[in-house]
C-alpha cells in the first residue's frame, strides 16, 4: 500500500531531525527566547525582504489562523473567506469559536477575487450585521490552484482601500511558489499582504508553521495571543530550529519542488489517457476525475481520498504527493493506471 | 553558565530522538489515526489499569488545560484553583478566553483541600454567581509540593458527592510520583479524578502531554474540542511516540527520579548550611532562602530565578532540576555556596 | 407620513400601560422571583398545554436567540439555518459571538425542510468540522411565509431521531397563528419543538418575548444563562405583567388577527391591480413588486423599505402591518395605489 | 411587610409612565434611530458638559458591563477591580463569558486606589499573564461608599499615565452624587473617566442605563457591540424616554436625594442607638450591626437581607432605601427598632 492521502504521512526530513539531534543537550530560555528561534527570524526577515515584519512560530495551520484572526479582529468583525477555505469547513468551527463569523463566498476555483470582496462588503451596510475586516485566502488553495501576482496585487488594492485585512494561509505554500506557473516570491507576500504563513508540517518538519505579520499595528502585543491559546511551547526552539534547517540553504523549495514534480509526471499520465480533472491544479494536489471500477483498482495497492461523485460511473479522487513520494512509487501508479485504462477499453 | 531556570531548557532524551529517527519514513494517517498512536494508548492504559479511561496528546500544558475545562464545562460553570494554580496566573487568562471564570483560594503551600472547596461551594449560591463545577489541582503543585493518597482521596469523595468534576495538571507528575514523600501511583490518578494529564514536555519530550479522560460521560466528542482549538497535530504521531519511548520500560520515571535526586541533593546541602526554605518541596523544583550577596555569587556561574523578597538582606531563589541535569553541574553548585556561605560569616 | 416598516414602530398596545400603571407600586422581588411573573408563567404554561416546560422572558429576540444557542449546545456543536435565517443575516454575529458556527442552507421561501437538514447531516462526518445539534426555524419566516402543522411535524421527527434540538423563532409567532392559512396552534409548539418563543414586542408589547423550553433536559440551570448574558432584568416584573395582560384573554391573538387584517387587505388590492408578489406570505409582512415609479409616489406620503431590485424598472418592496395599523391609513394607501397605477396606464 | 431588600421593588416613578403614555402612539425608527432617543442624548451631553461623549441606553448594569468591557478590550487584556466589585462576585461570570479575566484587588472599603493598580501592575509583567488594560469602579461601591473628587482625579491620572482605561459603573450613580459628602458632579466624570453609566433602573425608571462614552477612540462602531450582545432594543425610545424625563428637570437628583435621605434617617437613629455600621456609607444602602435577636423582630414587619455574621450574637444587615420608601414606613422601622432595642436592655 502506497499512500497519497496526504503531504503529512511521514515524519521530517531526516536533515531536521539531524538539526534537533545536534543541538539536543544545549541548554535555551524557553517559550521561543532562545538564540536558535533568534537566529531563525534574522534569516526568514532576509529571505522575505521585509526587516519590519514579525515572526512568530506555530504548532500546526488551524491554530496558527485561529490565532491570528481572533488577534486582529474587534468582537464585531469578520472574516471573508471562499466557501473551500480551510477555516469554512475542515476547522471544527475553530474561527466562530473565538467569536468571528466567516463570511462565505460562492467561487469556482477555490479562489476570491476583487468583485467577490466588493460584493460582500457592499452586502453589510449596518450594525445589524458583522463588519466585514479581514480577507483570508489560501495559496494554493484548497483545490491545489494558486494566485498570479496579479490577483494578490488587485485583491491586496481593494484590501487596501476598504481597510481590510489581507491574511495568506500558506499551509503548502511551498507548492504554490515552486508551481511551474507561479510568479510570486516570499518577498511579494510580505509586501502585497498584513499577514501570512509558511507551512512547515506539509513539506518536510516535523510540525511548524512560520507566521509573518508585515503590518506593524497588528504586532503588538501578538505573543500574548499566542499563550492565551496554548500555542507557545516551553520548547520554542523545535519549532524554530526546523525552520533554521528548511531555509539556511534552499531545502524548503527543494522538497516542495520534488513534490510538485510527482504531481506533474501523475498528471501529465492522467492526461495523457484522456482522463480529465476536476480543476486545474498546478500544484501537489490533483483532483482527477476517473472510472470508479478503475479507482477501485487503483485503490487495491494506493490510498487516496474519493473526492466527490462525478456521475454514476465516474469520481473525482484526491493524489497528494510530497516532499517524501517515490518515484518508483509513482512509476507504479502510473503503470497501474494505464493498465486498468486498457483493461476497460 | 548553567541554568537551574526550568527543566525544559534542553531539548529530548536521546532516545525519544532515536524513537522518532527510526520510525521516520513510515507512512501513517494522520491527527493521531495511526498505528503508533493507537499502541502508545494501549500500552499507557494498561500502566495505569484504567482500560475504559480515554487517552489523547497535546502539545503543552496551557494547552491541556484550555481544552479539559472549555469541553468539560457549560458557560455558566466555572473551575475552582489555589491562588497559586498555573491556570490562575501563568496561562495569559487562556480559561476565561474560553468563557470560563476561575475561583481562587487562598492558599499557604500551592494545595487545595476539602474545607476550601466546601467553603468555595457555599459562597456561590445562586444564578447571579457563576457555578462551581470543576476542580484544578497540580500535583505537584506550582511550588513543588505534592498531595498525599489520603488527601487526594479526600478531595476525590468531596467533589464526586458534590458533582463537581477533579481535574489534576500534571505538567510535572513524574517529579511528583518518584518523590521520596509520595505515596500515589498511576493507577489511583486514574481512580480518584475524572481527568489527569501526564506531563512530557518537563520530563523529557520534546513536547507533548497525555491528558487521561476517566469520567466517561466527559469522553464523548473530545476530538472535536481539540480540532477546534487548534491541538490536533497533522502528524500526530510524533506526540505519540515520544509517550511511547518514555513508558514501554520505566524511562519516564528514571528520568523523573534523576531530577528529583539533584534538586535533594542540592536541598541537602543547603538545609547544611543553614539555610531555611519557602516551602516543603520534595520535588524538582526548590525555594531556598538565601543573603542576597550569595545569590549575587551564585548567579556569576548560574542562572535560575528569583522567587521573592523575604527581607530586607534575604531572597528565595527558584532552582529547578530536570532529566538533563549533570551531577558535575550540581556539585560545582554546592561547593561554590558552600564558599560563599563561609566567606560570609 | 405613515409608516410601514415595522411593527415596532409605536409603543406599546394602551392595555399594557395600563397594566404596569396599575402594579407599579407594589413591591416585589427583584430578577423575576416575584408574584407576578409566576402568574404569568402558570397561565403560558396552561395556555400552551405544557406543565413540564419552562418559562422564561427576554428583552429581545437577538437577547433570546443568543442565549438559548449558546446555553444548550457544547462549545463544537453547530445550529442549523435557513440562509434568510435572522441569527445568521441580521444579529451582527451574535450567534458566533458565543463560539458557535452556523450552517446556512440555501432556501427558496424561507423555510427549512427535512431534506435541507439530512443533506446538512450528511456533510458534516468527524471532528474536523462542527457538529451540526440544533435546528434553528422562523415561524413566520423571515420572509413571511409559515410552516404548516405537517411541515413542523417532519421536521420535529427527523431532529428527535437525529438527536437534534429543534429551536423556533417566534418573533412573530402571533401573526403565523392568526394567519388564515395556518393549522398550529400553540400546543402544537411545545409538543413538536425542544424549545420557541412567542414575541411580543412586535405584538403589542413596549418589548417582551416569552421562551417556552419544552425539552427537560435544557432546562437545567438556564437562569444562570440569563445572568450572566445580562437579560435577567431587575424588575423582572415589566416583561411578564405584559404577557399576562395579552395572554389573558385573547387580546395577543386579537392583535395579530388585526395586523395579518391589513396586510391582507393591501395583499388583495396589491393582486387586483395585477401586480405579483416576491414570495407568497400570509402574514403582516408582504413583498410586492411594484414599477419604480409607482413605489416613488407611494414614497411620498408612505414609508417601507426596498427590499430589492426585480428588474431595471421594477423592485420588491416590504410593506408591514401591525397592531397598530389604521384602518384609515390602509385605505388611504389603497386609493393611492389605484389612482398611481391607473396614471400609468 | 415592608421590603428594604432593594431599590427595585417597585415599578417606575409615576411621570415615567406618563412619559411613556403620552408618547405611545407616534411612529418611530427602531433601535435609537428615533427623535426621542436624539433629542435625549443632546440633553445629556449638556448636562454632562461633554459633547464629545457618546451615549447609548441599555436595559440593565450587567449587560452594560459587559458589552463595555468586551467592546473596549483586546482578548488579551484584563480588568482590574475590587474584590467587592458588581462584575466579580453578582454578574454570574458575565465578562470572563466575553474572554476577559478580572484581576481581583482586596480591598477594606469597596473602593480601589492608586496604589492597588500600581500593585497589579507590577504582578503583570509578561504574555505568560493576562495584561491589565481597564480599571472598573463603581460610584456608589458595593457597599455604599463614594470616591471623592480628589480620589477619582488620582485614579484618572494613574490610569492615563498607564494606558489603562477608567471605567465607573454608576448603577446607584444618582445616590453617589446626592449624598451629602459627595464633592463631584456629572462633567467631572465625563472628564475623568474613559466611560461611566448613569444608572436608571435603581433610581426610578422601569430599565434603562445611559452609558457615556467619552474616550473618542473607543466609541467606532460601538452600536455593533450592542447589537451582537443582544442590547439594541427594537423599541429603543422606551429608554431614551425614561432618561429624558429624568433629566429634563431636576427628577433624577430629588429621586436619589429622597433615597439618601431615607437612608439617612435610619442611619442616625441606629446610631443614637449605639449601633455600629460594618462600614461607613452615606448613599442609600447600609449595613448596621444589630443583636440577633432584634434582627428577628424587624423581620416581622421588614424585609432585608442578612449580610454577614459578625459575632455569635450580633450580625450585619442590609437596609437600601429608594425613590419610592415611604417616610411612614421608615418611622415605623425606627420606632420599632427603638422599641426592640429598649426592650432589650
Known sequence: MYSYKNDYSEGAHPRILNALMETNLEQTDGYGDDVFTQKTIELLKNKIDSPNSDIHFFSGGT????????????????????????????????????????????????????????????????????????????NPTEVGTIYTKNELEQLSTLCRDNNLYLFIDGARLGSALCSTENDLALPDLAKLSDAFYIGGTKNGALLGEALVINNESLQEDFRFHMKQKGALLAKGRILSLQFLELFKDDLYFQLATHANKMADRIKDAIRSLGYEFLVHSPTNQIFPILPNHVIEKLEEKNQFYIWSEVDKDNSSIRVVTSWATEEDAVTAFIEDLRAFTKDNR
Open 63 to 138: 491554530q496558527t489562523n485561529l490565532i491570528v484572526i481572533s488577534a486582529f479582529l474587534r468582537p464585531h468583525e469578520a472574516a471573508i473567506a471562499a466557501e473551500t477555505g480551510h477555516i469554512l469547513v475542515h476547522e471544527a468551527g475553530a474561527i466562530e469559536a473565538t467569536g468571528h463569523k466567516i463570511i462565505s463566498i460562492e467561487v469556482d476555483d477555490g479562489k476570491l477575487n476583487s468583485e467577490h470582496i466588493a460584493s460582500a462588503l457592499s452586502a453589510h451596510t449596518d450594525e445589524h450585521m458583522v463588519k466585514p475586516k479581514l480577507v483570508y485566502i489560501s
